[in-house]
């Protein structure tokens, strides 16, 4: 889901998190690649940024299968971000 709603510039950040039986199918994809299409057509998200652990290849694979870019690194996060 949303971390709260969309701050002055528009941007909102999204996270998620599923249990082990449901990794590796899909859901994680098409669960926020529906997120960020309906937060675009509210017409008051502009930006959707995310984070990830570095070491988390799984929910990686799911932002940059829906273009999401690597915006920047730290010790332990990846940050990402999708413009409208």
Do not use: C, D
Not at 8 to 25: A, L
Not at 27 to 48: D, K, P, S
Not at 59 to 67: Q, Y
Request: cysteine-free.
């Amino acid at each position: 889901g949303f971390k709260g709603k969309p701050n002055e510039g528009h941007t909102v950040e999204i996270g998620y998190g599923f249990i082990e039986k449901y990794w590796n199918k899909g859901y994680a994809t098409e669960a926020v690649r529906e997120l960020i299409n309906w937060a675009f057509q509210t017409g008051e998200v502009e930006t959707i940024i995310a984070e990830t652990l570095l070491e988390n290849n799984s929910s990686i694979r799911v932002l940059e299968k829906l273009h999401m870019k690597r915006i920047g690194t730290t010790e332990t996060m990846i940050n990402w971000k999708i413009e409208k």
